[in-house]
Structures are given as C-alpha cells and as structure tokens.
C-alpha cells in the first residue's frame, strides 16, 4: 500500500499521509488538529472549503499552500501559491494538477461560476492518483482523469445530484468513486437513498465512512 492512509474528515474535508508527509484537503470543523500539515490544498473560498481557523490550526511555518487566488490572497504571511484550471505543481516530492471546477445546471449556475477559476486536484506519488473535484458538476475535463480513488460531491443543491454524479462516475477512468459533501445536505434518509442507488449504478463505487474514515489502496 503506497498511502498509509486517507481519511474522510467529514463533508469535503480529507487528511492523507505518504512518505511521512501530511495532506489536507479543504480542512473544515476538524475535530482533532494535533497533525499538523504539510501541504494544504484547498478547491475555492467558500466557508466550508476555506476555513480559516482550521488552516491556522493545522499550519507549520513549513506547510505549503495551495488555492486559487481569491483564497490565495487572504493567506498572507503563509507559503502559498495561487493555483488556476488545468495547471500542474509539485511539492513535497508530490505531483499535483489542477482541473477546473464549476457549475454548468442552470439552477446552479451562480454557485461556482466557471469564471472563478476554482478548482478540484488530483494528486499523484509512487504511482498512485487520487481526484478530489472540489464543488462541481459533471464537466468534460472529467473525461480526461484517471484515478485509483475518485471523490465527488453529491449533495446536488450545490453540486451534482446523484443521478448525475453516476454520469460523472462512468466518465471518470478511477479503480474507486466515493461520493463527498452529501450528508449534511441530504440528511440521513436521503443519504441512505442517494448511496443505495450510487452503488446499484456505479459498479467501482464504494462509501467512505465517517465513523470509521480511514482507507487504504
């Protein structure tokens, strides 16, 4: 197993360790901030993607940052780097590429708008791929990705809907799809639902559990 882990924080938020390296993604409402970061990615600026007090929390003076610029710019004083679509960095002996993320439903349009240059990353080392897509819909760079582990939003007042995130799954080539950001929009019941007919329909899909979050490939 080339990670030692990666760990579902809640909502979009994710943890991993590679090579004793710490990587989080959109830390949000982190219960325990003893580990501290190495790099932090973050996919756009909203409050629950873009969270201060945890990016504090977590940062060394080492850790670096990762965010497009309209969060970049609010990251004074930390090692940041303002991140736009379709771009690749590296750090920390990581490979890290950038694919846009943004809204094309109609109803959803002003949410995260395509002009924004916001965000989703897939993060490579030692072979292995993992896609976060940030808050997005179904969007034709998706065709593009390969993965081993594929993340994407369901909550679908916001992002995509579960119909729609079984779409993004079978254009996406990954070993596994988990779907994220759900819970809280849809509640129990609809999550339930929403996971019962993502795993009828996407034969790779697998459900990442907040009380037991670790995964390992």
């Known amino acids: 197993m080339v990670y030692e882990f990666i760990e579902w924080l809640g909502h979009a938020s994710f943890v991993f360790e590679e090579n004793g390296k710490t990587v989080y993604i959109d830390p949000f409402r982190l219960k325990d901030r003893s580990r501290k970061a190495d790099i932090i990615l973050i996919t ?10 945890d990016i504090t929390a977590i940062a060394k003076p080492s850790t670096v940052i ?27 002996g990581m490979h890290i590429e950038t694919v846009p993320a943004y809204n094309v439903v109609k109803e959803r349009l002003d949410k995260h708008p395509k002009e924004n240059g916001w965000v989703g990353y897939v993060i490579s080392t030692n072979g292995k791929h993992i896609y976060h897509a940030g808050d997005t819909d179904e969007v034709p760079d998706m065709k593009n990705i390969k993965a081993d582990l594929a993340l994407l939003p369901m909550g679908g007042t916001y992002t995509m809907n579960v119909d ?15 779907p994220i950001h759900y819970r809280n ?19 790779n899909g697998i459900i990442l559990d907040e009380d037991n979050p670790s995964y390992g490939f």
Do not use: C, Q, R, W
């Open 44 to 53: 756009h600026s909203h409050f629950d993607h873009f969270n201060m007090e």
């Open 66 to 92: 990762f965010a497009p610029k309209d969060s970049a710019e609010k990251l004074k004083g930390y090692k940041v780097t303002a991140v736009s679509p379709g771009k690749k960095y590296d750090a920390e």
């Open 164 to 178: 729609e995130v079984i779409i993004a799954a079978g254009h996406i080539s990954a070993v596994h799809v988990a």
């Open 185 to 203: 929009l849809l509640g129990e019941k609809g999550s339930e639902e929403a996971e019962k007919k993502f795993l009828e329909k996407v034969k």
